[in-house]
């Protein structure tokens, strides 16, 4: 697992996207990304978009796969995870809307939805980057603690602590729904490299965990302990309750040449 502590959120997207770029160099135009929603990522979704509009990095032929949806809120809503992809991922980015997947929390059958959704992933080889977010209680995706280390996408029933923190997003804590359709931890631990951004005091426990506790369900997150490509990008706050920051810091400053970002 490879730990980039950065001093503000805006240098974390930099450092995020400019990691993203270097993995999706090799792979050419056809790159498969994972994205994620919720605060966390965007600066990095927002750089990445830079990216593309300076020539930078070429997504013209890219495909995209959201971790998750609500269950139960309306097709169209403008917190629907359709919505936000569309807004944060696929015009930014220039992506073309048929490549870009969501799991569809709107079907009849949610069951045979989320396996559909998984053969979608496996029909285009895999994700190549996927981009992680952290809940405050170690989730990622919607992987609620205690989630099955080897799930795969599934309806989930959200956490009290997500509700909560997603609250602000909605009129009221009333209005979030409490399912949700997720990709699992074991879909998730698929992808050939991950990168999870956090940022934010109210996210340090949760990174603490992740990075540095044992690897447990009940911080689903610190799965990614496990995974041979992981690099998780903090700035300071979130990386507060890290006991190795300063071995963090020294080795990304200490990174051989052909391992250094330019950014």
């Known amino acids: 697992m490879e730990v980039i502590i950065c001093p503000n ?18 792979i050419g135009p056809k790159v498969v990304l994972g994205v ?14 830079r990216l593309v509009a300076s020539g930078d990095l070429d997504l013209s032929e890219a495909s995209a796969f959201a971790l998750d949806e609500y269950v139960g809120i309306p097709e169209g809503h403008p917190q629907s995870y359709h919505e936000i992809i569309r807004q944060t991922v ?5 992506l073309d809307p048929a490549r870009v997947h969501v799991p569809d929390g709107f079907a009849d059958d949610l069951q045979a939805a989320c396996q559909a959704y998984e053969d979608a992933i496996t029909a285009v080889g895999g994700v190549d980057i996927q981009f992680l977010g952290a809940g405050s209680n170690g989730h990622i995706g919607f992987n609620e603690p205690t989630s099955s280390l080897s799930s ?23 209005d979030v729904p409490r ?11 698929d992808a050939r490299n991950v990168i999870l951004v956090a940022t934010g005091t109210g996210k340090a426990h ?18 990614l ?16 309750e890290l006991s190795l920051i300063d071995y963090y810091k020294a080795t990304y400053a200490n990174l051989p040449e052909w391992q250094r970002l330019d950014v």
């Open 152 to 174: 795969r996408t599934r309806i989930k029933t959200l956490a009290a602590k997500t509700l909560e923190d997603n609250a602000r997003f909605f009129d009221s804590i009333d």
């Open 36 to 49: 994620a929603t919720g605060s966390s990522p965007v600066q990095t979704f927002a750089e990445l978009a």
């Open 90 to 94: 696929t015009e930014p980015m220039g």
């Open 225 to 240: 302990q496990l995974h041979p490509h992981a690099t998780i990008v903090v700035d300071s706050e979130a990386a507060a």
């Open 9 to 26: 959120a805006q240098r974390v997207g930099e450092v995020a996207a400019a990691k993203a770029a270097r993995i999706a160099a090799p």
């Open 179 to 189: 399912h949700c359709l997720t990709q699992g931890l074991g879909t998730i631990m």
């Open 206 to 223: 949760a990174i603490a965990q992740i990075i540095e506790g044992p690897i447990t369900a009940m911080y689903p997150g610190s799965v």
